[in-house]
């Protein structure tokens, strides 16, 4: 993983559970719903002229890891067709998407928050997965009180005194 030694420390100290050597194979699930991925183990083949290793399947390694939930993150460049194809939300001269409130990862689009490297662009794995908790907490309150910010920071004047 093309990650420095402290960053996979704190990814670690996070709750992240590494499982090294392992590429996933495809979703399973019913009616549009994921319910387990399929991997497989590989290990590392001969050295190539670069003297890089690379990884290969380790035959008949193929085992479940059932999930309810799969985020695909690869890469950490910017997909353009973001800022084209969806109305009201800003992106950068970058590309990447513009957020009102860094706290909460709220965009210019109502209901629709970001974090992590389409915020920042390439960034550490540490600084995209708090970007990500912030955005989630931005969900999390934007879903329970139809509100970016909780009430105590609300400024409704007819609940003030």
Request: hydrophobic residues 35%; charged residues 20%.
């Given at each position: 993983?093309?990650?420095?030694?402290?960053?996979?420390?704190?990814?670690?100290?996070?709750?992240?559970?590494?499982?090294?050597?392992?590429a996933?194979?495809?979703?399973?699930?019913?009616?549009?719903?994921?319910?387990?991925?399929?991997?497989?183990?590989?290990?590392l083949?001969?050295?190539d002229?670069?003297?890089?290793?690379?990884?290969?399947?380790?035959?008949?390694?193929?085992?479940?890891?059932e999930?309810?939930?799969?985020?695909?993150?690869?890469?950490?460049?910017?997909?353009?067709?973001?800022?084209?194809?969806?109305?009201?939300?800003?992106?950068?001269?970058?590309?990447?998407?513009?957020?009102?409130?860094?706290?909460?990862?709220?965009?210019?689009?109502?209901?629709?928050?970001?974090?992590?490297?389409?915020?920042?662009?390439?960034?550490?794995?540490?600084?995209a997965?708090?970007?990500?908790?912030?955005?989630?907490?931005?969900?999390?309150?934007?879903?329970t009180?139809?509100?970016?910010?909780p009430?105590?920071?609300?400024?409704?004047?007819?609940?003030?005194?």
């Open positions: 993983m093309p990650a420095r030694k402290e960053e996979v420390a704190h990814a670690e100290a996070e709750g992240i559970h590494f499982l090294w050597l392992t996933p194979v495809k979703f399973l699930g019913e009616k549009g719903w994921v319910n387990a991925v399929e991997c497989l183990h590989m290990e083949g001969e050295s002229e670069s003297g890089r290793r690379h990884p290969v399947p380790e035959p008949n390694s193929n085992f479940l890891l999930e309810d939930a799969v985020i695909i993150a690869v890469g950490n460049g910017v997909n353009p067709l973001i800022g084209r194809t969806t109305p009201a939300l800003r992106t950068t001269r970058r590309g990447t998407i513009e957020v009102l409130d860094p706290s909460t990862g709220q965009t210019a689009r109502e209901g629709v928050f970001a974090g992590g490297d389409i915020v920042t662009g390439a960034a550490t794995v540490i600084e997965m708090g970007s990500g908790k912030r955005a989630a907490a931005g969900i999390h309150q934007y879903l009180y139809q509100n970016p910010k009430p105590s920071e609300s400024t409704d004047s007819s609940t003030s005194k």
